[in-house]
Every structure is written in structure tokens, then in C-alpha cells.
């Protein structure tokens, strides 16, 4: 099976923009998560779907926004970026989300905010 | 609140030494444990998990729910096993989040 892939793997932006990453799951898996990976905080979870449908949500300001399409494949949105929003950005799927499923991670895309 | 810590950044020590890598949590209720690893240049991946009781290469963990601790451990470490380790956890109930700690890095010297 393709493991979890993620694109692009690096952006640039600037502040004041917004950025969409993308992250096609294991085939089959209907659960993706997201997470934000930086030095001083780690790994930080920002949202899981499952269906179509957020089922959990972290701690971040609503600038940070996801979707989930019929296929399982997820976005994440970021707008009006900031100095802080660089980090990298990990994508996560599993078969139904459930506590005890392994995650399996994409490779990451790094998004550094200029 | 859930929160895992691990109290060391840095870890290095000389191949063939056991190695051990600490892991505590604060969770109300039952929670699934992991241990999650990064090498260079490769993605995040499973290590293993309290609920499973393996062995994966030559590491061990085991849940002490008296001191919440999930210390990760092996007997005799090797070069490659040089990584940056995670450990984690979830609730066993429903849909959860991991919770991650900040990470420990494993340096085996030779």
C-alpha cells in the first residue's frame, strides 16, 4: 500500500497570506489528522476528519481550517499567515480515528512564513 | 488535562549500553500509550504501544499506571537506533487526539 502523502513539501509565503496543504491518505483510511511540528512547542494537534466531518479540534485560532472530501483525501487552510504559522505541518490517517488505530504519518510539508 | 513529558532532550550513550528513554503522562482515565520514532530524513512511524506488548527491534515498554510512566528501554543499544523518539498518548475510548511529548533525541555513539 502507498503510505500517506502530503503536497506540496515546501512552501514559502509571505505574511498577510493564506496557504492550502493537501494530504491523501492510506487507501482505506477514512480518519486524517493534522499536526503542527515546531521546535518550541513540538508536535501540536490541529484538527481531525472523519467522513467529511471535523470531529476534533485543537487549540488554534480559526485561521487554521480543514476539509475532508468524499474520498478521504484533506486540506488544511491557514489564512492571513504569520511569522509564527512556520513550522511543519504533519498529515496523519488511520483506519477509523479510534484511540487505539496507528497513525501513519506523511513525510511533512514545511511552510516557512516570510 | 492530558500531557505527556519527557524530561530529556538529549540522550547519548556508546553502543552496547542499555539505554533508556523516560516517558511520564497525566490522563483521567484509561489512556493507550505509544512510542513513536523519527530517523533522519524519514517520516514519524510507530515504534510500539502499551496495548500490544511487542518487542520491536530489542525495545521494550511498559505501562506503570502507579507512576504513570511509560519508559522506553533497551538492553543494549546500536548506531542505528540514533532517532528522535516520541512518546504518546490517546484516550481508548472514542475518537482522540495524540498527545505528544517534546521528543527525546538518541545518540549511540560508537
Known amino acids: 500500500k502507498a503510505g500517506v502523502t502530503q503536497t506540496p513539501r515546501y512552501l514559502i509565503k509571505t505574511r498577510g497570506q493564506q496557504v492550502t496543504l493537501s494530504c491523501s491518505p492510506i487507501?482505506?483510511?477514512?480518519?486524517v489528522s493534522w499536526y503542527q511540528q515546531t521546535p518550541g512547542q513540538g508536535l501540536q494537534f490541529l484538527f481531525e476528519?472523519?467522513?467529511?466531518?471535523?470531529?476534533n479540534k485543537g487549540n488554534f485560532p480559526g485561521r487554521f481550517s480543514g476539509r475532508q472530501f468524499s474520498n478521504s483525501r484533506s486540506e488544511m487552510n491557514v489564512s492571513t499567515l504569520e511569522l509564527g504559522d512556520s513550522a511543519l505541518y504533519l498529515c496523519?490517517?488511520?483506519?477509523?480515528?479510534?484511540?487505539?488505530?496507528?497513525?501513519?504519518f506523511g513525510p511533512g510539508t514545511r511552510l516557512t512564513v516570510l | 488535562a492530558q500531557r505527556v513529558t519527557q524530561p530529556e532532550k538529549l540522550l547519548s550513550v556508546f553502543k552496547g549500553a542499555p539505554v533508556e528513554l523516560k516517558c511520564n503522562y497525566s490522563?483521567?482515565?484509561?489512556?493507550?500509550l505509544f512510542w513513536y520514532v523519527q530517523y533522519s530524513r524519514q517520516r514519524l512511524q510507530l515504534l510500539l504501544r502499551?496495548?500490544s506488548r511487542e518487542s520491536i527491534k530489542g525495545f521494550t515498554a511498559d505501562l506503570n499506571k502507579g507512576e504513570t510512566s511509560f519508559h522506553l528501554k533497551k538492553p543494549f543499544a546500536q548506531e542505528e537506533d540514533s532517532a528522535m523518539y516520541y512518546c504518546?498518548?490517546?484516550?481508548?475510548?472514542?475518537?482522540?487526539?495524540?498527545?505528544f511529548g517534546k521528543g527525546t533525541k538518541l545518540t549511540v555513539n560508537p
Open positions: 504518546a498518548l490517546s484516550g481508548v475510548s472514542g475518537s482522540e487526539k495524540l498527545v
Open positions: 476528519y472523519f467522513s467529511e466531518t471535523q470531529r
Open positions: 496523519a490517517s488511520s483506519l477509523e480515528g479510534w484511540g487505539t488505530d496507528t497513525q501513519y
Open positions: 502499551h496495548i
Open positions: 490522563y483521567s482515565g484509561s489512556p493507550e
Open positions: 487507501s482505506g483510511h477514512r480518519s
